[in-house]
C-alpha cells in the first residue's frame, strides 16, 4: 500500500473532496462526523470556490481519507505581509494529523493545529476582498466564522476587527442566509430578515414591516412595534396621542369610545359602561352587582346562602326549624330567586316562609288557618303568644 502524503488540489475539487459519497471510511473520524459532509451542504462550498481557497487532502485511489482548507493570502495583526493558512484537519485517523503538520512546515503555513491535537492560539487574522454576490449559502467556518459586510469590501475574520454586526459562520445545520438573499429584506423594527413578500414597505418608516406586526387605525398601517400608538383592551389599536386610560381595569382605550365619569374622576370603556335606573356606572365597581347577565346595585340585593347577590325582586326568603338549645326555633334564611322556587312553603303566622318538609312540620301547629310553631302556640302567657314580628329589612 502507497504511503499517505498530502496533496494540494484547487478550489474546483473541494465539492468533491466534501462529499461523504467520496470518503474511503464513511462515519469514521471527525471526517465522518463533519457537518458539512451532507450533499445539501455542496452549494455552500461555491463560498470556497468564488473565493480562491484550495485544499490539502490524503486520499486513496480516488477516496478521501483526510482534507483540510488552504487559505493561500491571509493577513496577520502587526505582520506586513500576508501568509498561507490550513485550517482546521478533518481526518478519519489520528495518524494523519502530523502529516499535515509536516507538510505546512515544510511549505510555512500557520495551521490550526500545533504538533499535536492541541489549537493553536492565533492573534487577530483576516481575510479581505470576500466575494459572497450571488452567495445566499455560506459554509462552516472553523477560524473565520466572522463575515463582515461592508461598503469598502467584505472580509473573513478569526476575532473582532470591527464593533459592528457580522454574520457568524458557525452554523452545523442551517447554512441559508436570508441576510445574502436578494429577495429577503430587514425589518425595520425587528431587524430580522424575512421574505419580501412577507412584508409591506411603509412610507413612513421608509422601511419594511412585517405583515403580522402591521395593525390599521383608520385607513392608516403601523407597525404594532411603534412607540406612538397603543394597543387598546379590545384588541383595536390607537394613536397615543388619542388614547385615555380606563379607571378599574388600567387599559387604555381610544377617547371616542369611551365616557367620562365624575364619580370615577376617569374613563370608563363603552364596553364597561353599563345603566341602573338612569345612572352610569362601571361594572366593576364595588356598588354593583351581576345576577342572570344584569346588572343591580348592591343595596337593592339579598345575599344568598352561597354568597352571591340576588335582587330583591326576584327573590323569596324560605327559611328552616331547627332546634337550638332544644328549643324550635326559626333560622338560615335562604334567598333565591323566585323561578327557582319549586318547593311549597308554610307561611308563618310571623311572616316567614318556611319550607313545606317533614322535619319543620313536625314543629309546627294549624290553628284558625294560621301556623305557628307548636311549643309557643302551647304557652300561657301572652307574651309567647304573641310570637316575635318577622322583619324583611335586611342588614
Known sequence: MAEDKCVIWPATKIKYAYDEDNYLKPGVGILGASSMRHKRCQ?????????????????????????AILWPEVHVKDRVNPVAYMDRVYYSEEKQLPLFYKFAVKNKWRTYYGEGTDKVSHP???????NIKNIIYLPYMDTFYRLYRRTDGNTISNKTKWETSYLELHRHTDNYF???????????????YMSKKDCVFIKRYDGWVAKTSIVTIGTTYYSRF???????????????????????????????????????????????????????????????????EHYFLKKHCFKSETGSSIPKHRALILSDIKLIDGVPTIVDAVY??????????????????????????????????????????????????NQLKFSFMVS
Open 178 to 192: 436570508r441576510e445574502l438573499d436578494p429577495n429577503s429584506i430587514a425589518e425595520i423594527y425587528s431587524g430580522s
Open 336 to 385: 333565591i330567586p323566585d323561578y327557582d322556587c319549586g318547593e311549597s312553603l308554610i307561611e308563618m303566622a310571623t311572616g316567614e316562609l318556611v319550607r313545606d318538609t317533614k322535619d319543620n312540620k313536625q314543629y309546627t301547629i294549624r290553628r284558625s288557618g294560621k301556623v305557628y310553631l307548636k311549643h309557643l302556640y302551647r304557652s300561657k302567657t301572652k307574651t309567647e303568644k
Open 226 to 292: 411603534d412607540d406612538s400608538i397603543l394597543e387598546c383592551s379590545d384588541g383595536t389599536y390607537c394613536l397615543r396621542t388619542d388614547a385615555v386610560e380606563e379607571c378599574f381595569t388600567g387599559g387604555y382605550m381610544h377617547k371616542k369610545n369611551s365616557v367620562k365619569l365624575d364619580k370615577y374622576n376617569g374613563y370608563v370603556s363603552a364596553l364597561n359602561l353599563i345603566v341602573i335606573n338612569g345612572e352610569q356606572y362601571h361594572k366593576q365597581d364595588k356598588l354593583v352587582v351581576c345576577y342572570d
Open 124 to 130: 487577530l487574522m483576516w481575510i479581505d476582498d470576500i
Open 43 to 67: 452549494r455552500s462550498i461555491n463560498f470556497y470556490i468564488k473565493n480562491k481557497a484550495k485544499i490539502v487532502v490524503i486520499t486513496q485511489g480516488n477516496k478521501i481519507k483526510a482534507r
